[in-house]
């Protein structure tokens, strides 16, 4: 048997436009496979969250989806599908399913049996669990089927009352196939073949992982769909980041591959560089935006945040905006003027240094006093909120905020200034990564480089005379190794833990209790922002939910 592997860019709720992507395939493919396998969600896109609830949501999939299965009364080729099934029993409306399609009929149906509600996940507020193994005999294969999280039964830090695993084994299957729609994280690919690996070995069957590509929000899909022989070998796997096909075939000896299908260990720093550029691309085309404008500082976060997205979105669709003030150093002007220059950017310099002094004068005629140093800091960002704000509504340029993690863990951010955008990129990468992210795109881009300068200057924010982040925070590879072990601990890697744990060794308990306090005071700050790409294992948002007004548990 030739099975192929799809893994597609699917955009949520589009079915018109995903069933095309499919059409595509199943087109290019029936005369090279005799099964297709697609992705989990895959006409709906994953995670739709409650468009599921809207009226027509399966009406239109369920429409296409008799588009896909009339395809196939054409061909002699089989497709598997991932979709929503409406559920006429009890419990949550709908079921996450895998549907078998052959000669215009639908021969079999799975539903996800796991549900997962961690981290980013929240599927039981839709689905109810499925309650039969995944076992199906086509054309003299057994198959077992799992969907994404019915692989991972045996997390650590959850509990199902059944493994979906454990009912493949002594079946005599032939081929296992899993679908998924697995977010993309550091550490997440090697996991993901760590893991099947076993389940492969444990059962003496090979295993296909199958999974989409592309952003949808705040999440990136890394595609890197694989091949495991029956003793967990890796044989291949599609590409990372990009929408890639690959055929192999089954026999009961076991399975060959028919295309070029190479396996290349993806190391974090090209993990985040590829993983933004896909975020921000797909987030400016789906949501329909044609360009974007970016506040440039000539510090290295802006830096990176336009140098990454000339690579997204080509330079004709990036604006930069200089905003000086009274505190801006000559060289940084100067540093976004070559950074600009570098990258084949249209820039502008928008001084506010006089609205900036008519609102220092305004604020004392008003309220009887000078403003503070922290008010007068906070006006400058926000003057300069305004003017990206500005340039968005007269053009349509989608503002891109350019804060990074350690910023937005301690509130080192002013809202409704630098935190004004409608997108943010790097806001998952500690300052850290930041420099290593840079080093990389100078690296593999020698002919378009971020100046040199703007890596060897202190980092400031350059409201208040002489100003250095340090004034306020500690060095930033201190800072971030105390914010990783307190915001992921629990997810990292324990060498990893071990490299952090030794740099703090010598400070005291106390100041590292009032780094977890900034975080903890400023997620009102947080609950504000704009989205960001998700890279860490735990990011803000859906992934790390707190509340605002509460009282954290700290020793």
């Given amino acids: ?37 697609f992705s989990e969600l895959c006409l709906s896109g994953y995670y739709p ?14 429409a296409y989806l008799q588009k896909i299965q009339d395809l196939t009364k054409h061909t002699s080729c089989a497709v598997i599908v991932g979709l929503v099934v409406k559920n006429e029993g009890h419990g949550k409306p709908f079921f996450n399913s895998l549907a078998l399609l052959y000669q215009g009929q639908q021969l079999y149906t799975y539903h996800k049996r796991l549900l997962p509600v961690y981290n980013i996940f929240n599927e039981a507020r839709h689905f109810s669990p499925g309650k039969k193994p995944g076992i199906f005999t086509f054309q003299d294969v057994k198959f077992g089927f799992l969907i994404c999280e019915d692989g991972w039964a045996e997390l650590d830090n959850f509990i199902y009352d059944c493994n979906p695993v454990d009912d493949l084994t002594n079946q005599s299957l032939d081929l296992i196939i899993c679908i998924n729609g697995s977010p993309s994280n550091i550490g997440k690919q090697q996991e993901r073949m760590d893991h099947f690996s076993a389940i492969a070995k444990r059962i003496q069957v090979p295993l296909i992982f199958t999974n989409q590509v592309g952003g949808n929000d705040d999440i990136v899909f890394d595609g890197a769909s694989f091949i495991l022989d029956h003793q967990g070998k890796m044989l291949g796997a599609l590409k990372d980041f990009e929408e890639d096909c690959g055929v192999i075939s089954y026999d009961k000896k076991g399975i060959t591959l028919n295309s070029r299908i ?35 500082s000539g510090g290295i976060d802006s830096a990176l945040t336009l140098a990454l997205a000339t690579q997204a979105l080509g330079s004709d ?14 060289h940084s002007l100067t540093d976004a003027k070559a950074l600009c220059k570098n990258f084949h950017v249209k820039w502008y310099v928008a001084s506010i240094e006089e609205e900036l002094q008519i609102a220092l004068t305004r604020f004392a005629e008003i309220y009887g006093e000078k403003p503070s140093s922290l008010t007068e800091q906070n006006i400058q960002a926000r003057l300069r909120g305004r003017y990206l704000m500005e340039y968005s509504n007269q053009t349509g340029a989608l503002v891109l905020s350019c804060g990074n993690k350690s910023e937005l863990s301690v509130g080192y951010t002013t809202l409704y200034g630098d935190m004004t955008g409608g997108f943010n990129l790097i806001g998952d990468l500690y300052k850290t990564d930041i420099y290593k992210v840079a080093e990389y795109f100078n690296q593999i881009n020698p002919t378009t480089l971020i100046p040199r300068n703007i890596f060897e200057k202190a980092p400031s924010a350059e409201l208040a005379p002489n100003q250095k982040d340090v004034d306020t925070l500690p060095e930033y590879p201190l800072l971030d190794a105390i914010l990783k072990l307190y915001i992921e601990g629990d997810l990292l890697p324990s060498e990893e833990i071990k490299v952090y744990q030794a740099l703090l060794q010598n400070q005291e308990p106390a100041f590292i209790l009032q780094i977890h306090q900034m975080v903890d005071k400023a997620e009102f700050k947080r609950r504000q922002a704009s989205p960001i790409i998700r890279m860490q294992r735990r990011a803000f948002g859906y992934g790390r939910q707190f509340p605002i007004a509460a009282t954290y548990p700290n020793p």
């Fill in 1 to 37: 048997m030739r099975i192929a592997l799809a893994q597609l860019n699917y955009k949520l709720g589009d079915f018109a436009g995903n069933f095309k992507k499919i059409q595509q395939v199943i087109d290019a493919q029936s005369q090279h496979a005799d099964l297709i396998v």
């Fill in 49 to 62: 969250r409650d468009l599921i609830t809207e009226p027509h949501f399966i009406t239109q999939q369920n």
């Fill in 262 to 296: 190479n396996y290349q260990p993806i190391t974090d720093v090209e993990l985040f560089y590829q993983q933004s550029i896909l975020g921000l691309k797909d987030y400016v085309h789906k949501c329909g935006f044609k360009k974007v404008v970016i506040g440039v």
């Fill in 317 to 330: 669709q990036v604006v930069g905006l200089a905003m000086p003030s009274r505190y801006s150093s000559a």
